[in-house]
């Protein structure tokens, strides 16, 4: 079987982890992109560190990655930061900073990943939020980055259609990952999907048969979107 090669960015913590080690378990190669050591020890991993803000960062990743394979089967999209705050009381500077890592970042990964998409094959899966369809009190800085991921992805999914690739968008409800730890204790954790069921969800789009993709596959704990 010829070997399949796989980008995961964000894979130090939370799904970009639990992303990359599913993806090692189907016998892909993984390039994991990150600002932190990922602590995964497989001989199939590829660890790079990468701030996909910064473009020159993103071109160098490309640049290693390029020593090792000229194409990409899958492209993850995953990376991203979450934080709380009122219209009000959000500092300029952090509603920034979601734009910079959950839209700008995307948009580096796929301005400079164009050169390593196999046309008909390559399938590229962006990991978006309930929150890029509904806005939620006190989250306004993420829901207007993953409202605007989801513009990103619609326009490229158009500009690349003569490629004969595959775009997917997941939007999950509240994952229950390590970075609710440092975000507030109101939350029911028991009200939140699994890091397990997001894996079978993303199980099915990537094992999906190549003329299918999900451009906007929502789903949520059965108790509905976390208030």
């Known amino acids: 079987m010829r070997t399949q090669y796989a980008l995961v960015t964000g894979s130090s913590s939370g799904l970009g982890y639990e992303i990359a080690q599913y993806l090692l378990e189907e016998g892909y190669v993984v390039f994991g992109a ?8 497989h001989p ?3 660890d790079l560190n990468v701030d996909v803000t910064d473009e ?55 301005k400079h990943g164009h050169d ?16 890029g369809k509904k806005g939620f009190e006190n989250v306004s800085a993420y829901c207007a980055s993953k409202f605007a991921l989801n513009g990103l992805v619609e326009s490229c999914r158009e500009e690349w259609k003569s490629l004969g690739v595959r775009f ?3 939007m999950p409800g509240a994952i229950d990952t390590p970075i609710w730890e440092n975000i ?4 029911e954790r028991s009200k939140m999907l699994d890091p397990e069921d997001f894996i079978q969800v993303f199980d099915m789009v990537v094992k999906s048969p190549p003329n299918m993709q999900f451009s906007d596959i929502t789903f949520l704990h059965k108790s509905g979107a976390l208030e």
């Open 56 to 110: 020159e960062s993103v071109q160098s990743m490309y640049d290693e990655i390029g020593k090792e394979t000229y194409g990409l089967h899958l492209i993850v999209n995953n990376a991203g930061i979450y934080e709380m705050g009122s219209v009000v009381e959000m500092e300029s500077e952090v509603f920034l900073e979601h734009l910079r890592t959950n839209v700008l970042g995307p948009f580096h990964i796929l």
């Open 184 to 187: 507030s204790d109101d939350f």
């Open 44 to 46: 199939k991993f590829i």
């Open 34 to 41: 990150s600002r932190r050591e990922t602590e995964l020890d």
């Open 168 to 170: 997917s968008t997941l």
């Open 116 to 131: 390593f998409v196999i046309e008909e094959v390559t399938h590229l899966i962006h990991i978006s939020s309930i929150a």
